[in-house]
């Protein structure tokens, strides 16, 4: 059989997912070529990983840092061309040689890059939330009209996808959920590292305590997200986007111990799950091996360890960021986008040790609220809900009104 060798670039290839993708391609070198390495502050681990796949090109954010990268580059990767700022990073992710794109940046400023390789026919490999929460509809519409191949990397959608119908799952607004036979979505949820923490001390939450997350190793700030299951918020709102979804049809149920990463409800009565160890090489490896599948280095599952699998309702009075979330979506319009820019002043607060984890979603309701009715009808406009929303929360911020 003649292997097809996918030529990649990976926005944001020193974070977690970043890391797990260049751990699984090189478990597989006659299959995938590295071409295009980004990363911001960790500029020691991108030089790392420039010596270990010689990209012909790596992106960083400025020019101290391209200089700086240059410098360790000089002798182990000569050939490989230093870029720096935005522009670049939209241009490693329309190369012509390109044919797919890890988006793995965190927060809103993967969004231009990923929304232009969508717009230029890639196969983009979404582990980036925010290109859907901010930009959901602008988003989909570049994919269908350019083409795109669009594979969702986080776990919980990775699953679902998994267990659609090849028809709808590749191709969702040709149809409906209930034309598809499908009833709801279940998005599971681990509940976090505060699931059964007592309310009444919710507020004395540390940020060590915060980023230490039960079942998955993630970036500071997806893991206090976890832990207020903003997270789960935000995967609702993909999971709208992605599969064409009401969100009366999207359930999040929580699951402890993240061995079920979510299920499709038929009509019938059928549940379908996909099972897998919480290790996301799975879910990288099926993004980039679609159709088919590849080994991924992940211990197997061992269901006789795993013993047991508990699932509960999420507790709205513990995680009131999750009702916020579906109340954003509910609201339409850039409500999504401003939820998103405020949680993310939020907890970069709570990690600098200016507000309490409590007093997030608290900062980010007075944000909604100040900003109910922004337009989202162009790029343009929802970067300028989400600049306005970061002006409105880090006023909210400053004033200590939270």
Not at 116 to 130: C, H, P, S, T, Y
Request: charged share 20%; glycine share 6%.
């Amino acid at each position: 059989m003649t292997v097809q060798v996918r030529h990649i670039t990976i926005l944001g290839a020193t974070g977690s997912i970043g890391t797990s993708t260049l751990d699984v391609i090189s478990r597989h070198p006659e299959q995938y070529k590295v071409v295009a390495l980004t990363g911001s502050s960790q500029i020691e681990r991108l030089a790392k990983a420039c010596i270990d796949h010689q990209p012909a090109y790596a992106v960083v954010l400025d020019e101290q840092a391209a200089d700086r990268l240059q410098g360790m580059l000089a002798d182990h990767a000569p050939d490989t061309c230093v870029l720096c700022g935005a522009d670049a990073l939209t241009r490693v992710a329309t190369l012509p040689e390109v044919d797919t794109v890890m988006a793995a940046i965190v927060g809103s400023a993967g969004m231009p890059a990923t929304l232009a390789a969508a717009r230029a026919g890639k196969r983009v490999l979404l582990a980036n939330k925010e290109t859907l929460v901010l930009a959901g509809g602008l988003f989909m519409n570049a994919v269908r009209d350019s083409g795109a191949e669009l594979l969702p990397i986080d776990s919980e959608h990775n699953a679902i996808y998994q267990v659609l119908p090849i028809a709808f799952r590749e191709h969702p607004y040709r149809t409906s959920l209930a034309a598809a036979g499908i009833s709801k979505l279940l998005l599971t949820a681990s509940g976090g590292p505060f699931r059964t923490r007592s309310l009444d001390s919710l507020h004395r939450v540390t940020p060590e305590e915060a980023v230490r997350h039960p079942n998955w190793s993630m970036g500071q700030k997806i893991s206090v997200d976890s832990a207020s299951m903003m997270n789960k918020g935000l995967e609702v709102i993909e999971a709208h986007w992605l599969f064409n979804a009401p969100a009366s049809q999207i359930q999040v149920v929580v699951h402890p111990q993240s061995v079920v990463h979510s299920m499709v409800e038929y009509q019938d009565g059928s549940v379908l799950a996909q099972l897998g160890s919480p290790d996301m090489r799975i879910p990288i490896a099926y993004g980039l091996a679609y159709p088919h599948r590849i080994e991924t280095g992940v211990r197997p599952l061992n269901l006789f360890e795993v013993g047991r699998l508990d699932f509960e309702e999420p507790d709205l009075q513990r995680f009131p960021c999750l009702a916020l979330a579906f109340a954003a979506l509910e609201s339409g319009g850039a409500a999504t986008a401003v939820l998103n820019a405020a949680n993310e002043i939020a907890v970069a607060a709570f990690l600098s040790g200016q507000i309490r984890f409590t007093d997030i979603p608290v900062l980010i309701e007075k944000t909604l609220s100040a900003l109910p009715c922004l337009p989202a009808d162009s790029i343009e406009s929802l970067l300028a809900a989400d600049g306005e929303a970061r002006r409105v929360a880090s006023q909210e911020l400053a004033t200590c009104t939270c």
